[in-house]
């Protein structure tokens, strides 16, 4: 492929010739190489860029998106094989990548062809999602909608009722009043057994349709929300995280557990081995709560340094405990091996866990849990603490 404009006729082959870059430029000619060379570069770069910030879209996570993208940025700028395309079958994939092994050549309409499918994939990802969150939005208007009008259908009709009572006690007359009080009481009795029935009905509708947007919701977790270091969700997702399991319990009546945890000496790591080393220590640990607290809705997140944090949806105190323990004893049996480092690192974590409180707010919840954290640093590290406070209600 040339970058550049070709000379179009004879005429303009006389004057000063502008450098023409091409990927098949001779060696020698080093001013026509350094813009086809920018400009490789510049793809390169923006390849890995859509892949950084890729997010999963359907059968494709954001991580095989962004090795797919790694790979064609590889591939323009050392000849690598380029990905194989969605639509290739096996035979003309492996067929297509000899080619390119024996001709060195860039396959710029391949890349083109999987940039745009990429486009077009996020696209209806993106459009069907927002499809379904309109839907639930305009059921729930319309359910709502319905409900006033048999609300205001229904209260028009007390309304009369009442009057009519008003009416007989005005009369004075002791058999009229009679009837229209048992009238009245009996449309009330109705009226509120109906009211009961329908609200009862229009919450398993919305907790049903909430159900879903949760779902959704937390499969839109995406690579902005993720720490760099440790590849799990970052201090930001984290804060989203646990103001959306408040909403839930308020609105589920479910209660979940948080649980802070605190690598034991981690200055020690870095100060001994180096950063680097020291990265590669929260990287395990980072896989060992992943490992650990596996259930759909557990949430794992890095607080901050080497502090870590667990959302446990819906769970009683004794399992949260229990769970973390395990956690704890994963981590104490870590070896962590990095470089040329011949004794494998060793750590230990304190815990502190917290059970959210009805109408407590994030900040208390937070707090509750680091509080217990650093009893358990106090009391020796290595350990796990409960909140006095949920120990009193346990």
Not at 76 to 103: F, M, Q, T, Y
Not at 135 to 158: C, K, P
Request: hydrophobic share 40%.
């Amino acid at each position: 492929m040339v970058f550049g404009k070709r000379k179009k006729n004879a005429e303009k082959d006389a004057k000063p010739a502008k450098a023409v870059a091409s990927t098949e430029a001779p060696q020698d000619d080093a001013a026509a190489l350094i813009p086809a060379d920018r400009a490789l570069d510049m793809m390169a770069d923006l390849l890995r860029i859509l892949g950084e910030h890729a997010f999963d879209v359907g059968p494709h996570s954001a991580e095989e998106i962004e090795e797919t993208f790694e790979t064609w940025a590889r591939h323009l700028l050392i000849g690598v094989p380029p990905p194989r395309s969605r639509s290739d079958d096996g035979h003309d994939a492996n067929k297509k990548d000899e080619e390119e092994r024996r001709g060195g050549k860039r396959d710029l309409p391949g890349l083109r062809r999987a940039v745009k499918e990429q486009r077009i994939a996020e696209n209806e990802y993106v459009t069907t999602s927002l499809g379904d969150f309109r839907e639930a939005a305009w059921s729930f208007i319309s359910g709502l909608r319905r409900s006033l009008t048999v609300e205001q259908a229904a209260d028009r009709r007390i309304g009369h009722r009442m009057r009519r009572l008003e009416g007989a006690v005005r009369s004075g007359e002791p058999d009229k009043i009679k009837n229209e009080a048992q009238e009245t009481v009996s449309l009330l009795t109705e009226f509120l057994a109906e009211r009961g029935a329908r609200h009862q009905e229009q919450i398993q509708q919305m907790a049903a349709r909430l159900d879903k947007l949760r779902d959704e919701l937390d499969s839109v977790r995406k690579q902005a929300a993720i720490d760099p270091v440790t590849k799990i969700y970052n201090r930001a997702a984290f804060d989203e995280q646990i103001e959306r399991e408040i909403d839930l319990a308020t609105l589920f009546g479910t209660r979940g557990c948080l649980i802070m945890v605190d690598l034991d000496h981690f200055k020690w790591v870095n100060d001994t081995h180096g950063h680097p080393c020291g990265d590669a220590v929260l990287r395990q640990v980072a896989d060992a709560l992943t490992r650990c607290f596996m259930r759909k809705d557990d949430f794992v997140a890095r607080y901050g340094g080497e502090e870590f944090a667990v959302v446990l949806r819906d769970i009683d105190l004794p399992t949260a405990r229990d769970v973390a323990e395990r956690g704890m004893t994963t981590i104490r049996n870590l070896e962590i091996f990095h470089g040329e480092i011949e004794e494998p690192i060793r750590v230990t974590a304190s815990m502190g866990v917290a059970r959210l409180r009805q109408g407590e707010t994030s900040q208390s919840w937070v707090e509750r849990a680091d509080r217990a954290l650093y009893q358990a640093k106090d009391a020796g590290r290595d350990r796990i603490e409960v909140d006095p406070i949920d120990l009193d209600e346990a």
